[in-house]
């Protein structure tokens, strides 16, 4: 069946009119249906009331004439083709027609009698192909700037050709120079200059990234980088794929906000631009072979398209024309014209063409023969240029596999739907989502195979989008249990009719757990700088407490009593300083000491410790067979067994219990250790039970993950078991766990024992304090601890001036610098730090021995005292003890240097 093709006809010579009719009417192509009018205004109530394929006008109306009355009809029918027909001799007429928008034009009178279908069926070819075209460019358009990725396209000189909406919003929000990021600009030298520390190297490296892919080099490149702003920290990834396309070096590179995953463990997305152009200028020409006098006649267009002169070249001599052909195509037109001439047979090629001025065509021949008295005695046709219509369905098809390398490169799940909701195309990422192949998914419906569902889902984004016309989201949960967050866009035609929508989804189901965490880290963050901030302060208060009960302790020499309740201050003291260390070792902020440690110390103190915490209904039982000697940080066992005591209780809190604590000593044998992991060595092991609710498989294969917790929420961090199993690691040590629902649970902690804990390297004969006569200037601001410095070094027997005012103490040893033999700086204090005084006091004078005091401080510790001069770092709260031996240590090797000096 022919395809129907209706057609308006403005002619306002009903001749013509009838003669068009005539032309038409028995064609092979199409059944052409032509509605004639006379009058534009007619036309146009005409085109209201019925649906054309493409309109033919006169452009001599009775009620518009000359160009006014194309560009009246275009803006009428802005999307159908339009050809015109004009009088004799009135080619001028039928150019500015083109110009005007008409798809081509006849002269009335000088086409042969099939010409006519033929221009026609090329009018609606072109006019469809060019619609697909902008359609699929507006797709394109709509689709990138829906993405929430960062999209540039450069060409082979890393040139920005094109970004999305997402590149200009991030570019525009972070004020950066659209000079240097938007279109025009040279991409590459961008990251090649930038020199900023922490990005410079990794902008280099996906610079050269970028010139691989462009040079063929590889086919895809993706790095991870950094990219910090003054309010937060982000990091992003960038992906760079090359185009498709013989001979095309340019390349997408996209960027794609990835802050959440790398904060919990790098601008824009840049979009493809497509220069499609198509000529509007449609050149038809005609000839005619004549086999009785082998003449050939050309008409002025054919020259034209040619590239010849009219006056110089005759067309008669066959061959010599058929060169104008490619070579690769020149078999094919020279067998189609044999045929032609010989047999009858018609033909319809497109062939590449090589005209005389140079330019390299693409030309659609047409010929059939013509017949009389039984013999063939001519064979005519057409020549046309249809490069643009070419290089339009090329553009079309290198279109659609641009669009399909972009979106395939992208990590979220894209398709596209009609406006039933019908895939009509998924990228990779929803395919292997879906986990079916392309072909399966196309032609299903969304909610069918992504959902595996039998009906729209309720409240669906994508379906709302469709309905109201605007972008809708929503996040919710799929059959899989996976979190969504799902966008809908829909698509429009040139009329703005929405013909289907874009769905765009992302399992976001890692980033709203690792946004938890992020919260919980925060959360631990803010602790650790509250147990900071205690430290310093409270550090000062111990030292006072115990520097003047050692002072208190010296004066009362005959009165046991006060002498006992002294030692129970001093005491109290210690474990208030032990209690510091543990809370700034908890945040992180205190150094790890290894030391010698009897377990079985700390857990009695620890016991002793929760033992009034713990409700009636809960019994403690201690046995200690094997007590013994390791080598650790006191503060940090401590914090393991305490933690492990804790959750004991947590485990009996509702119906009370046992809870005990044993040590024992394990002899690791070679096959038992390697097993475990430790050692063929003996082993302190502390057991720590409960009769509480105890644990199944799946919570003990998570116990000693960070975040991991049972608790309710609010009363767990979910790091407290991590910790102690870092700690227990960190110790040469391991946890090992038993646990059954309703048997309560068992961890045992093993400690690597000492084989010699009470050798000579860790048993000190009592020390006698050393004293001085030296003079020494203290400075603190805190007038307590100003006093207690003066009266225990003055009991030691140094000179001492205090101050607590560090700007008054540099004003008067600027005025006699040799007053003193040494300077005791506190390191927080309002006006100037003790750095800073320090640094003040050895400009004054060179080589004078300065210490620093410290209650707590991220600006000081050993290594940075040293590196800045400072001969010592004494620590609050410190004991009489040592004070004075750090004060005779420093002065003692400030001795032997300036001997060292004097002698040489």
């Given at each position: 069946?022919k ?32 509605v004639?009018?006379s009058?534009?205004?007619?036309a ?29 009809l ?11 027909i ?30 006519l ?38 060409d ?7 970004v999305n909406?997402?590149w200009?919003?991030?570019a525009?929000?972070?004020h950066?120079?659209?000079g ?43 790095m991870?980088?950094?990219?910090h702003?003054?309010?937060e ?25 990835i802050?959440l ?13 497509l220069l ?6 449609s ?8 086999l009785?006098?082998?003449k ?15 006056e ?29 001439v ?5 033909y319809d090629?497109?062939?590449?063409f ?6 390299r ?29 070419r ?17 395939d ?10 406006s039933d909701l019908?895939i009509?195309?998924?990228n990779?990422a929803?395919?292997?989502?879906a ?20 009906g ?5 984004p ?14 919710r949960?799929?059959?899989?249990g ?27 189901s ?24 205690i430290?310093?302060?409270?550090n ?11 002072l ?6 005959f ?16 474990r ?9 070792a ?18 009695k ?9 713990l409700?009636?209904?809960?019994t ?9 000697w ?23 809190r ?12 394990e ?7 390697g ?11 502390v ?16 116990l ?5 917790t ?10 407290g ?11 040469g ?18 400690f690597?024992k ?13 020390e ?13 601001d805190e007038?307590?601890?100003?006093d ?19 700007l ?33 006091l ?23 005292a040293?590196?800045?001069?400072i001969r ?17 240590h ?11 000096l004097?002698?040489?």
């Open positions: 069946m395809e129907q093709i209706p057609i308006l006809l403005i002619e306002d010579n009903p001749g013509d009119a009838d003669l068009i009719r005539l032309l038409l009417a028995d064609e092979d192509r199409a059944e052409f249906e032509i004639w009018v009058r534009l205004a007619a146009f109530d005409r085109l209201k009331e019925q649906e054309f394929r493409l309109v033919m006008v006169d452009p001599g109306l009775p009620d518009s004439s000359g160009m006014d009355t194309i560009r009246k275009r803006q009428a029918v802005c999307d159908l083709p339009i050809v015109v004009t009088d004799n001799n009135d080619e001028e007429t039928g150019l500015a027609a083109l110009r005007e928008g008409a798809q081509d034009y006849l002269i009335k009178g000088r086409f042969p009698d099939d010409f279908a033929r221009v026609l069926c090329n009018a609606l070819e072109r006019n469809q192909v060019q619609k697909r075209l902008n359609e699929s460019e507006r797709f394109l358009r709509s689709t990138l700037d829906a993405l929430t990725s960062h999209i540039a396209i450069l082979d000189k890393g040139m920005i050709l094109l909406k997402a200009q919003q991030f525009a929000a972070n950066a120079d659209p240097k990021v938007m279109e025009g600009a040279d991409y590459l030298a961008v990251c090649e200059n930038i020199r900023d520390g922490e990005t410079e190297a990794g902008a280099r490296d996906f610079a050269a990234g970028i010139r691989s892919v462009m040079k063929g080099g590889s086919d895809f490149f993706e991870e980088y950094p990219c702003s003054p309010e920290k982000r990091w992003f990834v960038g992906r760079v794929s090359p185009f498709c396309g013989e001979g095309d070096h340019r390349v997408v590179v996209a960027h794609e906000n802050t995953r790398k904060l919990a463990e790098l601008e824009n997305v840049k979009s493809l631009e499609n152009e198509t000529q509007r200028l050149r038809v020409g005609g000839w005619k072979y004549d009785v006098d082998g050939i006649h050309w008409t002025d267009e054919v020259y034209r398209i040619y590239g010849l002169e009219k110089r070249y005759d067309p008669s001599d066959i061959p010599k024309d058929i060169d104008f052909y490619a070579p690769e195509d020149r078999k094919r037109i020279e067998e189609a014209f044999q045929r032609a010989t047999e009858g047979r018609s090629l497109e062939l590449r090589h005209a005389a001025d140079g330019r065509l693409w030309v659609r021949t047409l010929g059939h023969a013509e017949w009389q008295d039984g013999k063939i005695n001519r064979v005519s046709g057409n020549i046309m240029d249809v490069t643009e219509s290089h339009a369905r090329d553009s079309l098809l290198e279109s659609e596999l641009r669009l399909q390398t972009i979106l490169a992208i990590s979220d799940n894209i398709i596209l739907l009609d019908k009509q195309w998924p990779l929803a395919c292997k989502f986990g079916l192949p392309r072909e399966e998914l196309i032609g299903r419906f969304c909610f069918e195979a992504l959902q595996m569902g039998s729209i889902c309720a409240d669906c994508v379906e709302q989008a469709v309905r109201t016309g605007r972008m809708q989201m929503d996040t949960t799929d059959s899989q996976r979190t969504l967050s799902i966008k809908g866009c829909p698509v429009r035609d040139v009329a703005g009719k929405i013909i289907g929508v874009v769905e765009m989804s992302e399992d976001v890692e980033r709203l757990s690792l946004e938890e965490q992020l919260r919980q880290a925060q959360k631990m963050e803010t602790i650790g700088l509250l147990a900071g901030g430290a310093h302060d409270f000062n208060i111990l030292s006072a407490i115990i520097g003047y009960s050692e208190a302790q010296q004066r009362n020499l009165d046991e009593v006060l002498s006992g309740y002294l030692a129970n201050v001093l005491k109290a003291g210690h208030a300083k032990n209690l510091v260390h543990r809370i700034l908890f945040s992180r902020q205190a150094e790890t000491r290894y030391m010698p440690v009897k377990i079985g110390y700390i857990i103190e620890i016991l002793k410790m929760i033992r009034a915490t409700p009636a209904t809960i403690i039982h201690q046995k200690i067979h094997g007590d013994g390791v080598m650790g940080d006191p503060t940090q066992i401590h914090q393991v067994i305490m933690n492990l005591c804790i959750n004991a209780h947590h485990a009996m509702e119906n009370g219990g046992d809870l005990g604590v044993s040590i024992s000593v002899d690791m044998a070679g096959e038992t250790a097993s475990s992991g430790l050692s063929a060595k003996p082993y302190l092991r057991d720590i039970t409960d009769t509480g609710v105890g644990m199944d498989e799946t919570v003990l294969s998570r000693f993950e960070p975040y991991f049972t608790k309710i929420k609010g009363e767990g961090t979910g790091l078991l991590s910790v102690a199993f870092g700690i227990m690691q960190s110790h040590g391991m946890i090992r766990v038993e646990s059954k629902i309703g048997k309560g649970s068992v961890f045992h902690l093993y690597p000492l084989d010699d804990p009470v050798s000579p390297a860790f048993v000190h004969e009592p006698s304090i050393p004293s001085g006569s030296e003079r020494i200037l203290v400075v603190d007038a307590a601890l100003t207690l410095m003066k009266r225990l070094l003055e009991s030691l027997g140094y000179q001492v001036t205090a101050y607590n005012d560090p008054a103490a540099l004003r008067d040893f600027r005025n006699d610098p040799e007053l003193y033999d040494l300077a005791i700086v506190d390191m927080t204090m309002p006006q100037m730090t003790g750095d800073i005084l320090a640094r003040e050895m400009n004054v004078r060179p080589g004078l021995p300065v210490m620093v005091c410290t209650g707590f401080s991220e600006r000081m510790d050993k290594d940075k040293k590196s800045s001069g010592a770092v004494l620590e609050k709260p410190f004991e009489r003890k040592d004070l004075a031996g750090q004060v005779r420093v002065l003692d090797s400030s001795l032997q240097a300036g001997a060292c004097a002698k040489d």
